[in-house]
């Protein structure tokens, strides 16, 4: 069965102290891995998409990385903003093709 | 990206009613998808709305109670029939953009 974890599920962190969010998959047929940062009350806003393993993309504070198995959402120096939750997200299929999110890290940045 | 324009942003609505959801898209898209997040979790796929065809359901999920409309590029409805409080819940749009997929802001859905 096609899987995505997200760990840790909450994440605190003092304003400056950089961290990684991991994002780990069971799937067949990898089509695309995304990163989207949600707040609350909004709809999930897109971050980055990686496609193959070695993949690097950055933006800002974020940068994120693709394994066979796994995916790491980098954050450098966050600042008190950054606080949200980040999800996971992985496109699967051949023919068709459908997108299973993990449950999401909540991140936390204190100043 | 393409920008989605999602309404009602909130309801609370009566069970056994119905409530249609809306999204408009800034641009013609091919795929829509529609999804549910429970407060507190991550998003879980209802369906998948091609236009000119009848929508796909994930398992769990079926027409009767989500009827989808696409009628062309740039729009979509679902509609949450029939009610019940374990409706609550956010209901989201998405649709691929160049880069991404894009979503809605989300109808938060209460049912007393």
């Known amino acids: 069965e096609d899987q995505v974890t997200q760990s840790p599920e909450a994440l605190r962190l003092q304003e400056g102290e950089s961290s990684s969010l991991n994002c780990s998959y069971t799937?067949?047929?990898?089509?695309?891995l995304f990163w989207y940062r949600q707040d609350p009350g909004k709809g999930p806003e897109f971050l980055f998409t990686l496609y193959s393993a070695g993949e690097e993309k950055e933006k800002e504070r974020l940068k994120a990385t693709l394994t066979k198995k796994e995916s790491f959402l980098h954050i450098t120096a966050p600042k008190p903003e950054d606080s949200a939750t980040y999800l996971c997200a992985v496109q699967v299929g051949t023919g068709g093709f459908k997108t299973i999110f993990g449950a999401g890290t909540r991140l936390f940045v204190k100043a | 990206s393409a920008v989605i324009s999602q309404k009602p942003s909130r309801d609370i609505c009566q069970r056994g009613t119905s409530l249609t959801i809306q999204c408009q898209v800034d641009s013609q898209v091919t795929m829509m998808f529609w999804y549910r997040q429970q407060p507190g979790q991550s998003l879980t796929l209802i369906a998948t709305?091609?236009?000119?065809?009848?929508?796909?359901?994930e398992s769990g999920f079926v027409i009767d109670k989500f009827p989808i409309s696409r009628p062309n590029l740039t729009f979509s409805t679902l509609t949450v029939s029939n009610m019940s409080p374990e409706d609550s819940s956010i209901y989201l749009c998405?649709?691929?953009?160049?880069?991404?997929?894009?979503f809605g802001s989300g109808t938060r859905l209460t049912v007393v």
């Open positions: 799937v067949s047929g990898l089509r695309g």
């Open positions: 998405s649709a691929q953009g160049d880069y991404g997929y894009t």
């Open positions: 709305a091609n236009q000119g065809s009848e929508a796909t359901y």
